[in-house]
C-alpha cells in the first residue's frame, strides 16, 4: 500500500503568488512527516518536519506545513513563491513501528516558478 | 552542507562489474542510510546500520551489499552491474535510528552502467 502520496507531479506558479503542494499519508502509527527539497544535481536538503507536536510546522525560506489527522494531509504552503523556489519536493514519512529507521518517500512534485 | 559525505560524486562502469561506494555520517551520529533514487522507482530506502550492525532492510538486491565500519563510515556494494541499476545513491545519517529522528542526506553517487 502506498505510504505517501504527491498528488501533483508538476505545480507552476508565477513568483510573488503563493505555493501549495499537496501531500497524503497513510500510517497504522502516529507518523513522523517530512518534507525535503531536491535542487538540480543537489542532494534533498529537509524543510521541515513534524513530529507530533504542533500541528502547523514552520520550516526553512518561508514554508510551512499543516498536519492534519482527519484528513491524512501534510500539504506545504508558501505565501510567496520566489524564483530560488524551483526544484523538486518530496514529501516524506516515517511510518513508526517496525519499520521505525525506514522513509518512504513520494514520488516528488516538481515546482516551476514563472518570472 | 548536511555534514554527510559521499564519494565519489559519479561512477560510470560497465554491466558485470562491482562497484563500492562510500559514506561518511555526520560527527555523532550512529545510523547510516542507504537509498536509491531512479526515474521508474522513485526514491526507495535499501537498508540501515545503526553502530555497526544492521537495522532493518528494505528493497535491497541479494546482488547488493553493505557494512558500517567501527569509526561509523558505511559502504555500499554493488555486484554484477545492471543496466537497471544506473541511479543515484544517497546514504543519511541520523542520531540513533531508535526513533524518528530526522535523517540527512548526503548529496549523492551517480552511477551510470553501460
Known amino acids: 500500500a502506498q505510504s505517501v502520496t504527491q498528488l501533483d507531479s508538476h505545480v507552476s506558479v508565477s513568483e510573488g503568488t503563493p505555493v501549495l503542494l499537496r501531500c497524503n499519508y497513510s500510517s497504522s502509527y502516529s507518523p513522523s512527516l517530512f518534507w525535503y527539497v531536491q535542487h538540480p544535481n543537489k542532494g534533498l536538503q529537509l524543510l521541515l518536519k513534524?513530529?507530533?507536536?504542533?500541528?502547523l510546522v514552520k520550516g526553512i525560506n518561508g514554508f510551512e506545513a499543516e498536519f492534519k489527522k482527519s484528513e491524512t494531509s501534510f500539504h506545504l504552503t508558501k505565501p510567496s513563491a520566489h524564483m530560488s523556489d524551483a526544484a523538486e519536493y518530496f514529501c516524506v514519512v516515517n511510518r513508526g513501528g517496525s519499520t521505525l529507521g525506514r522513509l518512504y518517500f513520494g514520488r516528488g512534485t516538481q515546482l516551476t516558478v514563472w518570472p | 552542507d548536511s555534514g554527510v559525505t559521499q564519494t565519489p560524486k559519479h561512477l560510470i562502469t560497465a554491466t558485470g562489474q562491482r562497484v563500492t561506494l562510500r559514506c561518511s555520517p555526520r560527527s555523532g551520529d550512529l545510523s547510516v542510510y542507504w537509498y536509491q533514487q531512479s526515474l521508474d522507482q522513485g526514491l526507495q530506502f535499501l537498508i540501515q546500520y545503526y553502530n555497526g550492525e544492521e537495522r532493518a532492510k528494505g528493497n535491497i538486491l541479494e546482488r547488493f551489499s553493505a557494512q558500517q565500519f567501527p569509526d561509523l563510515h558505511s559502504e555500499l556494494n554493488l555486484s554484477s552491474l545492471e543496466l537497471g541499476d544506473s541511479a543515484l545513491y544517497f546514504c543519511?545519517?541520523?542520531?540513533?535510528?531508535?526513533?524518528?529522528?530526522?535523517?540527512?542526506f548526503g548529496p549523492g553517487t551517480r552511477l551510470t552502467v553501460l
Open positions: 513534524y513530529t507530533s507536536a504542533a500541528t
Open positions: 543519511a545519517s541520523s542520531e540513533s535510528g531508535r526513533k524518528p529522528d530526522t535523517q540527512y
